[in-house]
C-alpha cells in the first residue's frame, strides 16, 4: 500500500488481534450470526487487517456489513444451495449471505474437488460482498494448492472510453505456496486504485494520482489532485477508471481484465451482471483451487517458488528504490509487526466501533 | 490496436487470406512440419492478421519461427508426453515443438476434460512461441466454454522497483461465447505494452506513450518518444507503482504460476535456457449454469457495454473481440494489408525454400 494511506501515527489506535476478532465476532452474533458463521468472518476480516490491507479490513466494509444485516438486504442465517455440480465444479446460491462469512466454505468444495480430478471450480450467485478475495486464494494455498479467487460486485468502473461505469472493481488474487519464503499473495482490483482506497484517501487526507479516477462526463483525471467533493460512483458521477487508466497506457487491458472477472463471476454462476439488473450489494463469486500434486512433484513445485522469489527479492533496484518486493512478502512482514505490536486503527473507526458496540449491546473493544 | 501502429497505406500491399495461409502452410512444410499441423499453424497466424492483430500475425514472428526450425532450436516433428494426468488436469512436455502448432491440440484436451468433470487444465512445457494466444481460447468459446490461455517465454520485464528483467510479456487471453454477438475475446500482455509493439513501432516510425519501457538503470520513461535501437526494458502493466504497476507486476507473476510452475518447469528469471511454458483453461459452461441462459445474459452484457454513452472525444464504447470481429469481416472482403517490408521478406523466404510465392491483390 502507498505511504499516504497509512493512518497517521497521531490518529492511530493499537488493538491487538484477539480481541479486534472477538469484538468482530459479538457485532455479527449481534446481528444474528449463528456463533461459527460469526468467528469464521472475524477471522477473514482480522486476518486482512494483520495483513495490512486497510481498505478490506474492518475499517471500511464493517459498517457496511452491520447497516446491511440490520436493514434485512442481507442474510445473517442463510441457506445456501448446490443448484448445479460436477466432479470439478460446483454452482452455489449465497441465498443472500454475507460472502466474508461464506468465502471459506465455498473454497473449501473447490479444494476439495481438486483433490478429487486436479482441479475444483465453485461459483456462488446470490452473495454479499466478499472482502479481501486473497484471503480464500490462501486458504487454498496453505493445503498445497494454487488459489484463485475474483468477485463481482457493483459498478464503479468505467469501459475504456465510456461515461457511465459498466463494471465492479472486479479483485482476481492468486495464492502459491512456498517452502521457506513467504507464500505469493496477491489480490489486486482491476481498476487502477481500490474503491476503498478512494474512501480511505478522503479519510487521511492524501492526494489522487492521475489516471485513477474520471471527470463525470468520462475524461480521466490526469493530474495529481485531492478526491473531488462530489458524488462518487454513478451516473453523472466521479467514477473509477480500468487499471492503466487511458487508453495509450493500457486501460483496455484493465477493461478486458474486469469484463473477464464479470464473467467468471456472474455469468458463469447464473447471476446477471449489475451493470444490467444492479443488485448491489449482492456480488457473485469464483474459487479455483489447482491440486499442485496432480501437475507435478510438489517438493518440486515449492523449491522452484522459493527460487524465484528469492530471484525477485534479490532484483537490483531502480534508483530511488530500496529493495524489490513481491506481492505477499510486505503482507507477511506486516502480519509479523502486528501481530507482536497490534493492529493500528484510526480513532475514527475506534469511535465507530464504541457507539456501535454501544447501540448492539456489546461489550466495547479493547485497545492497547 | 492504437492508429499509429497501423501500416501506413503508402507501404501496404494487400494479400487475399487464402493466398496467405497457403503460403505460410508451404513454408512450415518446407521446414519439416507435417500437413496437418502446417495447415493448423496458417491458421493461427492469418486469424490473427484477419483480426488485426498485426504484431501476432505472419509479419512479426514467422521469419522467427522460420530460423529457429531451420537452425534446430524448434523440433517439426515433436512426440509430446504427457508427464502426469488426473480427470480435470493434465502436464505435458512438448518435445520443444513450436507453440502454435501445439495449442490447437492442448486446448482440446483441456476441452475434453471439461465435458467430463466440468473444467479442464493443461499445462505445457518444453514447447515454443505460443503466438496470438487468443486463439486457442476461441476454439474453446466456439465449443460453448470459456477458455483461458496463458504462456510465458522470455525475460522483458523489469518488477515493480526493478531494474533487471525477471519474465516475460506474460499474456493472459480469455474467450466466451455469446448468442447473436461477436464473442468476447480479450488477449493481451501484462506489460503497458507488448514486445512487439515496439517492433512495430520501430517498422512505422511510430512513437513510444510515457509509461511503456525503463531506462537501462530501470527508472520508468514518462515522456512520449521514439522507440529505442538498442535493447530495452518493459513495465508492468500500470507503468508506475502510483499507477498501479504492482497490479501488472502481481498479473505477471500470476502467469508464471499458472504456466511454469505448475508445468514443473522453472521460470526463465531463474535458469536462463528453459523453454516456452503454456497453460490452457476450459470451463464447461453447461456445467455451472443453463447454456442458453448464459448466452442470453452475454448478448444483453455486451448490448449495455456497446450502449454506453462514449466519454468527449470518442465515438463508441468497445468490448475486447468487437474490433476484432469487424476487423476480420472487412478483411476477408478485401484483403489483409501487408507492410512492403514483410513482402519482401516472402519473395526472398519462399524463393529459398523453392515455395511458390506468395500472391498479392
Not at chain 1, 473447490?110 to 478429487?116: P, S, V
Not at chain 2, 456445467?287 to 442458453?292: C, E, N, Q
Amino acid at each position: 500500500m502507498l505511504e499516504r494511506f497509512h493512518v497517521p501515527k497521531e490518529q492511530e489506535v493499537r488493538v491487538s488481534d484477539a480481541a479486534l476478532r472477538t469484538t468482530i465476532t459479538d457485532l455479527f452474533v449481534a446481528c444474528g450470526v449463528p456463533e461459527d458463521d460469526a468467528a469464521t468472518g472475524a477471522d477473514v476480516l482480522t486476518m486482512t487487517d494483520l495483513r495490512g490491507v486497510e481498505t478490506h479490513g474492518v475499517s471500511n466494509m464493517l459498517r457496511a456489513y452491520v447497516d446491511w444485516f440490520r436493514d434485512g438486504r442481507l442474510n445473517p442465517r442463510p441457506n445456501w444451495t448446490v443448484v448445479r455440480e460436477t466432479p470439478g465444479t460446483a454452482t452455489i446460491d449465497g441465498d443472500r449471505g454475507l460472502g466474508v462469512i461464506q468465502g471459506t466454505a465455498a473454497m473449501q468444495i473447490a479444494i476439495d474437488k481438486a483433490r478429487e480430478v486436479g482441479v475444483g471450480i465453485v461459483t456462488m450467485r446470490n452473495s454479499g460482498h466478499l472482502g479481501a478475495v486473497g484471503h480464500f486464494a490462501m486458504q487454498a494455498a496453505k493445503q498445497d494448492m494454487v488459489g484463485i479467487c475474483l468477485t463481482a460486485m457493483s459498478t464503479l468502473v468505467l469501459p475504456t472510453f465510456g461515461a457511465v461505469p459498466r463494471l465492479g472493481t472486479n479483485p482476481i488474487s492468486i495464492a502459491a505456496p512456498a517452502k521457506s519464503e513467504p507464500y505469493l499473495l496477491y489480490d489486486a482490483a482491476t481498476s487502477t486504485i481500490a474503491g476503498n482506497k478512494i474512501m480511505l484517501a478522503r479519510r487521511v487526507g492524501a492526494n489522487m494520482e492521475p489516471g485513477w479516477i474520471a471527470d463525470p462526463d468520462g475524461t480521466p483525471i490526469m493530474e495529481e489532485q485531492p478526491v473531488p467533493e462530489g458524488i462518487m460512483y454513478g451516473l453523472g458521477a466521479y467514477n473509477l477508471l480500468p487499471l492503466g487508466g487511458t487508453r495509450e497506457q493500457g486501460s483496455h487491458k484493465g477493461y478486458g481484465l474486469g469484463l473477464m472477472v464479470e464473467v467468471l463471476s456472474t455469468l458463469l454462476s447464473g447471476a446477471i451482471p449489475n451493470m444490467v439488473e444492479d443488485k448491489a450489494p449482492i456480488a457473485s463469486h469464483h474459487f479455483a483451487a489447482y491440486n499442485i500434486a496432480a501437475f507435478d512433484d510438489l517438493d518440486h513445485f515449492k523449491d522452484t517458488m522459493d527460487r524465484t522469489l528469492q530471484t525477485l527479492t534479490e532484483t537490483p533496484p531502480a534508483p530511488g528504490h530500496e529493495r524489490v518486493i513481491y506481492p505477499g512478502l510486505p503482507e507477511a512482514e506486516s502480519e509479523a509487526e502486528r501481530r507482536a505490536n497490534g493492529i493500528p486503527l484510526h480513532r475514527e473507526v475506534i469511535d465507530w466501533f464504541n457507539r456501535t458496540c454501544d447501540e448492539l449491546g456489546v461489550a466495547r473493544m479493547e485497545t492497547m | 490496436m492504437l492508429e499509429r501502429f497501423s501500416v501506413p497505406a503508402e507501404d501496404q500491399v494487400l494479400v487475399d487470406h487464402e493466398a496467405l495461409r497457403r503460403t505460410i502452410a508451404a513454408l512450415f512444410v518446407a521446414c519439416g512440419v507435417g500437413e496437418d499441423e502446417a495447415r493448423a499453424g496458417a491458421d493461427v497466424l492469418v486469424t490473427a492478421d484477419l483480426r488485426g492483430v498485426e504484431t501476432h500475425g505472419c509479419s512479426n514472428m514467422l521469419r522467427q519461427y522460420i530460423g529457429w526450425f531451420r537452425d534446430g532450436v524448434r523440433n517439426p516433428q515433436p512426440n509430446w508426453t504427457i508427464l502426469h494426468e488426473t480427470r480435470g488436469t493434465a502436464t505435458i512436455d512438448g518435445d520443444r515443438g513450436l507453440g502454435i502448432l501445439q495449442g490447437g491440440p492442448a486446448m482440446q484436451l483441456a476441452i475434453d476434460k471439461a465435458r467430463d468433470v466440468g473444467v479442464g487444465i493443461v499445462t505445457m512445457r518444453n514447447s515454443g512461441h505460443l503466438g496470438p494466444i487468443g486463439h486457442f481460447t476461441y476454439q474453446a468459446a466456439e465449443q460453448d466454454m470459456l477458455g483461458m490461455c496463458m504462456t510465458a517465454s522470455s525475460l522483458l520485464i523489469v518488477p515493480t522497483f526493478g531494474a533487471l528483467p525477471r519474465y516475460g510479456t506474460n499474456p493472459i487471453a480469455f474467450s466466451a461465447p455469446a448468442r447473436s454477438h461477436p464473442f468476447v475475446l480479450f488477449d493481451a500482455a501484462m506489460s503497458s505494452v507488448a514486445s512487439n509493439k515496439i517492433g512495430l513501432a520501430r517498422r512505422v516510425g511510430a512513437n513510444m506513450e510515457p509509461g511503456w519501457i525503463a531506462e537501462p538503470d530501470g527508472t520508468p520513461i514518462m515522456d512520449e518518444r521514439p522507440a529505442p535501437s538498442g535493447e530495452f526494458n518493459l513495465l508492468p502493466l500500470g507503468s508506475t507503482r502510483e499507477q498501479g504497476s504492482h497490479k501488472g507486476y502481481g498479473l505477471g507473476l500470476l502467469v508464471e504460476v499458472m504456466t511454469t510452475l505448475l508445468a514443473g518447469a522453472v521460470p526463465r528469471m531463474v535458469e536462463r535456457d528453459t523453454k516456452p511454458r503454456h497453460c490452457f483453461i476450459a470451463y464447461n459452461i453447461e456445467a455451472f449454469t443453463d447454456l442458453d441462459e448464459f448466452k442470453d445474459t452475454m448478448d444483453r452484457t455486451l448490448q449495455t457495454l456497446m450502449d454506453t454513452p462514449p466519454a468527449p472525444g470518442h465515438e463508441r464504447v468497445l468490448y475486447p473481440g468487437l474490433p476484432e470481429h469487424e476487423t476480420e469481416q472487412h478483411r476477408r472482403a478485401n484483403g489483409i494489408p501487408l507492410h512492403r517490408e514483410v513482402i519482401d521478406w516472402f519473395s526472398a523466404i519462399t524463393a529459398e525454400l523453392s515455395v511458390a510465392p506468395l500472391e498479392t491483390m
